[in-house]
């Protein structure tokens, strides 16, 4: 592995069988591993994750196999589960909904998208690129919610 890979743009870049260059490796395993030991230390057995499966890019860690098997884990490898004190469940309320249904749910909720970002090779100055897959299906679900996309994104650089 290299550190100086090209993030893919203007294409998705998914090919069957084949892990995206921008994968991280265990990355979900290791967020819900935090996630599941303070709420361990909190006595919470209710864990909340982000994953979505339905623009799925080819992360393993974002499909419902992965967060069962989790889900399955937490409740044997903590005291708290193996005490009786409770199960541990991992709730992923996104994750067979669309970008579009996120951003109209975000919207009712009051997020405010001009804080969050979703570029994987943001410029010089933190916006992003508008050209990475995580750009482009951030604007599609934008384009699906008929929404404009509040955040502003790099100029496009000519080829």
């Known amino acids: 592995m290299t550190a100086n890979l090209e993030v893919p743009k203007n294409q998705f870049s998914r090919r069957a ?3 995206p260059i921008t994968y991280v490796p265990a990355r979900n395993t290791i967020l819900l591993s935090l996630a599941l030991g303070w709420a361990e230390v909190l006595g919470a057995f209710d864990i909340f994750f982000g ?3 339905v623009d799925y890019s ?3 860690d974002c499909r419902a196999e992965f967060i069962a098997a989790f889900e399955g884990l937490a409740n044997l490898g903590t005291a708290a589960a193996a005490q009786g ?3 541990f469940r991992v709730h992923a309320p996104l994750l ?3 970008k579009g249904q996120i951003i109209i749910l975000g919207m009712k909720l009051g997020l405010d ?3 969050t970002h979703s570029c994987y090779d943001p410029d010089r100055l933190g916006r992003a690129c508008g050209r990475c897959d995580a750009c482009l299906i951030r604007l599609k ?3 699906e ?3 404009a996309d509040p955040i502003e994104y790099a100029p496009k650089r000519s080829l």
């Open 17 to 19: 069988g084949a892990l």
């Open 96 to 98: 067979t909904m669309t």
């Open 113 to 115: 998208y001009s804080l």
């Open 51 to 53: 994953a979505n499966a």
């Open 141 to 143: 679900g934008f384009e």
């Open 85 to 87: 004190m409770g199960r």
């Open 58 to 60: 080819g992360y393993p």
């Open 145 to 147: 919610a008929h929404l």
